[in-house]
Each structure stands twice: as structure tokens, then as C-alpha cells.
């Protein structure tokens, strides 16, 4: 059967119903809530045509950009606490942007906001995480700034993997989201900051690259990025700790007591949502109680003492710094000696999913494209390149995973 086009074109009647359907939906947010009139791309040449994505409103676009890129699917296997854990029911990365999504259109659908671009925003705000989780990004920091002069943060590398390196033509709204979203430290409210265009999207990445305490200072640029911000941390708040029960490292009496907030998972998404929303109805802005922005503060605290920090999450992993500073000697080495047969070419380079110019990077900034390399790894993938590159090398003895049994 030969192709035939008209099985995919719409008649215009239902050009205009389509179009007076979104209409209406537009219509019904909030005054503060970010339009799809409003979303900002910085190529447009391919969406002149305002019938090409007919029925997929620009954000939503963003979230099929981001959710089938490769670089999302590698989120399964990176640990977003606790790593070398064989345990199914461990969160990864992946899941934790599903939760983020998911709390955060809880509150967006609350607030007549636009849950298209809270969920581009959620499913893409941790793609440029390193194996290893937050440790894993500490020791790669590390090597860059050594390397460079330069930082490296999760963040502000989620949006070079999803502008710079997959090429993705998000828009401005979503890439801002992204680069704003840390939940490290909260907030009794979270208000937007302008970032009207492209240039000043590119002097906040800069920025962070240059002194990463600027990203203390970052806020999203809609309300829709607050929200996901504040979801971050209600997604991992009592998840981390629900993880640390099944592990057996902590169990639920072994924090504080928190009455207000609750002890377990559920009961904190419930609670918080539930502050936030009453808090931040018709507002430009979010807000929670006071009593209850302190008891969130509290426990994020002792999630560091009691969790991030025990020898189960930062000491079962030391032997990873060494490994990723070897590994990234080899990969800047192979790079400028041109080793078309190192895995840096044959895994990453030659991959038909990276768009950027390499031949630019090639030739002035070899510590860049082995960040990226190593950065993009799961867990496993750096494992097992390890031992493949290293063979000889007493480290990958010291690679033990925590069994089931």
C-alpha cells in the first residue's frame, strides 16, 4: 500500500474544533500561569507552519523531545541515592522524575497552571545527572574544575545535553525550568525571576560554570518551574527515607518526629501538596506555613546527616573517584590523539543521537567531551567500561554490589 497522505491532514472544520478546544483550555488557567502563545524556541525555522503540530501545543512537544530522547531511557539505571543496590524496589533516577511529575501536576492542576510545561520540565531536570548520583557529580566536578577552571553541576548539564548535545530546540520556559529546579536548599516562597530570552538563559548557564554558588541564587523564570522545584523536594523527602527502610539502613523511628508534615511518604506528598495549594491559590507565587516550611527544612537536614552521608550512601562508593579520574584522563588523551577505536568514539562520538558540532569541540575543549562521556554513563556502563579499559587495575575489586540475598 502506497503512502497516502490524507489519512494524517485534517479537514479545516476540524482544524477549528482542535484549535477552539485549546483555546477554551488556555482560557481556564490562571492569570500567572505560562501560555503556549508564550513559549519561546530559539530555532523556529521548522515550526513556521502552525499546523504542523496541530493538536501538540509547543510544551507538550518538549515532553516527547525529552522523554524519547536516549539519554532519558539511561535514567533506569543511575542511582538517585542509594548506588550498587540490587533491589527492584530502589528508586533510580527514572522514577523520581516521574514522581516530581506527578506531584508537580497535583499542585499545577490546583493552581490553573500549565501542566504541560510542569511536566517537560519535571521529565527532563535530572537527564544530565552522572552515574553515582550526587557523589558521582561532586568527583566529576572535581576533575573539571581541576581541568578547566570551570564547575560542573546536574543542572545547568541537563540543559547542554538537551540544547547543546542532543540538539532538542526546547523551549526557553522549559530549558529555564530545568536549570533552576534544585531543591537542595527550601524556601518559605518561591517567585519567579525574568528571564525573558535566549541571551540571558546563556548568561545564567555561564554563570554557573564559572562560580556554582551562583546556582544558590537561581529561580525559575514561570510558576510552573517554582513548581517543580518545590515538587523536587517533596518527591524526595520521604522516598529517601522509605528507601533507607528497605535497605535496612534507617527505619521510620529513627528520625525526629514530625506531627505536622508526616512520617511516612504518602502522608508527606499529601501534606505538603496539600499546604502548598491553600497557600498559593490565585498568588503569584508559592507559599507553605511557616511551621510547615520549618519541619520541611528539618528533615531535608536530617535527611543529609542520617542518610546522604552514612558510610551506605558516600562510603561504599570511594573507589569511584579514582576510577573516574583515570577514566577521564584516557578519554581527553584519546580525544586529542584522535583514537577513533577508543570507546569515547565508538560509544559516544559516533552516535548518530548527538547533534552538536564535534568538530569544533574536537579541535578546543577535549575536558568537555569527556565530561559529557562520562556524565552520560549509567552505573553498570561505568562499571563494566572500567574493567574492560582496566583489566589489571585492584579497583575493580573493590566494585561490590549489595545483593539480594
Request: aromatic share 10%; with cysteine.
Given at each position: ?21 485549546h ?12 501560555r ?27 515532553v ?7 539519554f ?23 522514577f ?14 490546583a ?15 535530572d ?71 535566549f541571551?540571558?538563559?546563556?548568561s ?13 541564587d ?17 518527591a ?17 523511628g ?48 536530617e535527611n ?6 552514612s ?16 577514566m ?14 577508543s ?5 559516544y562520538l ?9 568538530s569544533?569541540e ?44
Amino acid at each position: 500500500m502506497e503512502f497516502d497522505s490524507r489519512l494524517f491532514e485534517f479537514t479545516e472544520d476540524e482544524k477549528a474544533e482542535l484549535r477552539a478546544r485549546h483555546d477554551a483550555a488556555q482560557a481556564m488557567l490562571s492569570p500567572h500561569a505560562c501560555r503556549d502563545a508564550d513559549g519561546i524556541r530559539e530555532f523556529t525555522k521548522r515550526y513556521e507552519d502552525p499546523d504542523v503540530y496541530l493538536g501538540r501545543p509547543c510544551f507538550v512537544v518538549d515532553v516527547e523531545k525529552i522523554v524519547h530522547n536516549p539519554f532519558y531511557s539511561r535514567c533506569a539505571d543511575k542511582t538517585q541515592v542509594f548506588s550498587l543496590v540490587r533491589n527492584d524496589d530502589i528508586t533510580r533516577r527514572s522514577f523520581h522524575l516521574q514522581v516530581v511529575s506527578r506531584v508537580g501536576r497535583t499542585i499545577g492542576m490546583a493552581l490553573g497552571l500549565n501542566l504541560d510545561l510542569i511536566e517537560a520540565i519535571a521529565v527532563g531536570h535530572d537527564l544530565g545527572h552522572t552515574p553515582f548520583g550526587h557523589q558521582g557529580e561532586d568527583y566529576l566536578s572535581d576533575l573539571y574544575h581541576a581541568s578547566t577552571g570551570r564547575y560542573f553541576n546536574h543542572n545547568v548539564h541537563s540543559v547542554r545535553l538537551l540544547k547543546t548535545i542532543a540538539r532538542t530546540n526546547l523551549c526557553l520556559q522549559t530549558y529555564n525550568g530545568i536549570l533552576t529546579h534544585c531543591g537542595e536548599k527550601t524556601f518559605l516562597e518561591y517567585r519567579p525571576a525574568p528571564c525573558p530570552d535566549f541571551p540571558a538563559l546563556n548568561s545564567l548557564i555561564e554563570s554557573c560554570y564559572v562560580d556554582q554558588s551562583n546556582i544558590r541564587d537561581l529561580r525559575p523564570s514561570t510558576l510552573e518551574g517554582c513548581v517543580v522545584r518545590i515538587s523536587d523536594i517533596i518527591a524526595y523527602l520521604g522516598k529517601d527515607r522509605q528507601d533507607a527502610a528497605r535497605i535496612k539502613l534507617l527505619d521510620t523511628g529513627d528520625y525526629e518526629e514530625s506531627p505536622i508534615v508526616g512520617t511516612l511518604n504518602h502522608q508527606i506528598i499529601q501534606n505538603l501538596t496539600r499546604n502548598i495549594i491553600k497557600n498559593s491559590l490565585g498568588h503569584d507565587y508559592l507559599a507553605m506555613d511557616e511551621e510547615v516550611f520549618a519541619a520541611v527544612d528539618a528533615m531535608r537536614k536530617e535527611n543529609y546527616e542520617k542518610i546522604y552521608k552514612s558510610d551506605e550512601v558516600s562510603g561504599r562508593i570511594t573507589f569511584v573517584q579514582p576510577m573516574m579520574e583515570r577514566m577521564f584522563a584516557t578519554f581527553v588523551d584519546d580525544i586529542r590523539a584522535g583514537r577513533e577505536e577508543s570507546p569515547i568514539f565508538r560509544h559516544y562520538l559516533d552516535q548518530p543521537m548527538l547533534r552538536y558540532p564535534y568538530s569544533f569541540e574536537l579541535e578546543s575543549r577535549p575536558e568537555d567531551i569527556a565530561v559529557d562521556y562520562i556524565a552520560s554513563m549509567t552505573d553498570d556502563y561505568f562499571v563494566d567500561l572500567y574493567a574492560f579499559l582496566f583489566p589489571d587495575d585492584p579497583l575493580n575489586g573493590e566494585v561490590r554490589y549489595k545483593n539480594y540475598f
